[in-house]
């Protein structure tokens, strides 16, 4: 479970060599039992997917704390919601392949499960191949409160393939989105990305762009980029439960200057957007915003 040819060749960009027995010593391809209680506190996973013609998602699943479970080691079984209209459903049929983000917002402990999926009636099921634990830095801390009764949601879905002006300014007030990514293998991973609000800005209706600030050193997000431009990003209100997917093509810019705007920025990530998908009435939970991470650049 050594790092892929993408990851690599984003970390000599950035100058970085790590270990050649780190990524070993990083990945398991099981899920520690003593992570169970984690998994059963979350409200809400977030998922990595891709369809037929290659585009990538990023979805969410949701429920009452307890709808993660584990039947092993290597099996994660999902009961929560997801909108049936959201891609993730046809994805995980036509192609298998998943990466899964659990995420802590009270204390930004987080941990990634990448892998392979199936649906076992209305449940996600997971087989581990890569499981590993990510640094807290970035994540803006949140407390939830439920909606949840005994009816599912009625969802309104709006697909367009561009933004409109208030899908800009909800993007440019974010302080944290979701990335989707894959490899030419079709491996998915899941990964956050916060900052302060204003922290992704909006150059028209079919783009964006965002710094990459100092991580792990991993590249997992970044590696995949270089390899397979194709990426999915999910933005969430959190008070109002609506969510925007979007998905399209991904360019890091690792030109020196690209981030000198950005205070904090290593490089910057341009996304040109294919499809934008804004639901409404998505969550069962609203939040609230608690603190914003001291490690987000001023």
Avoid at 80 to 94: F, S
Avoid at 165 to 175: G, K, Y
Avoid at 244 to 255: D, F, H, I, N, P
């Amino acid at each position: 479970m050594g790092f892929h040819c993408g990851e690599l060749k984003a970390q000599k960009r950035a100058g970085v060599r790590l270990p050649d027995d780190f990524a070993n010593k990083m990945y398991k391809n099981f899920v520690p039992k003593t992570a169970l209680g984690f998994l059963q506190q979350q409200p809400i996973v977030f998922l990595a997917s891709i369809d037929s013609s290659g585009r990538v998602w990023a979805s969410i699943i949701h429920g009452e704390p307890g709808f993660v479970d584990l039947e092993d080691e290597r099996k994660l079984v999902i009961a929560g919601y997801t909108p049936p209209e959201d891609p993730l459903l046809k994805n995980v049929y036509d192609n298998g392949h998943i990466g899964a983000l659990f995420m802590d917002f009270s204390n930004r402990r987080r941990l990634r499960v990448n892998g392979k999926a199936t649906f076992d009636h209305d449940k996600l099921v997971i087989c581990s191949e890569q499981v590993y634990g990510n640094c807290p830095k970035y994540i803006t801390t949140r407390s939830f409160q439920s909606n949840m009764n005994n009816e599912k949601p009625v969802v309104t879905t709006f697909l367009t393939n561009q933004l409109n002006v208030d899908q800009m300014q909800w993007i440019e007030t974010s302080d944290a989105f979701f990335i989707a990514s894959t490899n030419n293998e079709k491996e998915l991973d899941a990964s956050h990305r916060g900052g302060n609000p204003g922290f992704v800005k909006v150059l028209n209706e079919n783009s964006l762009f965002f710094p990459d600030y100092f991580g792990n050193n991993m590249f997992n997000t970044l590696g995949n980029i270089e390899v397979n431009a194709h990426v999915g990003l999910i933005f969430i209100d959190f008070k109002t439960r609506k969510t925007m997917q979007m998905t399209g093509r991904a360019k890091v810019l690792w030109e020196e200057g690209a981030s000198i705007d950005f205070p904090g920025a290593e490089r910057m990530v341009f996304l040109e957007i294919d499809n934008v998908i804004e639901s409404n009435n998505v969550l069962s939970y609203t939040a609230e915003l608690l603190e914003l991470s001291p490690f987000n650049p001023k």
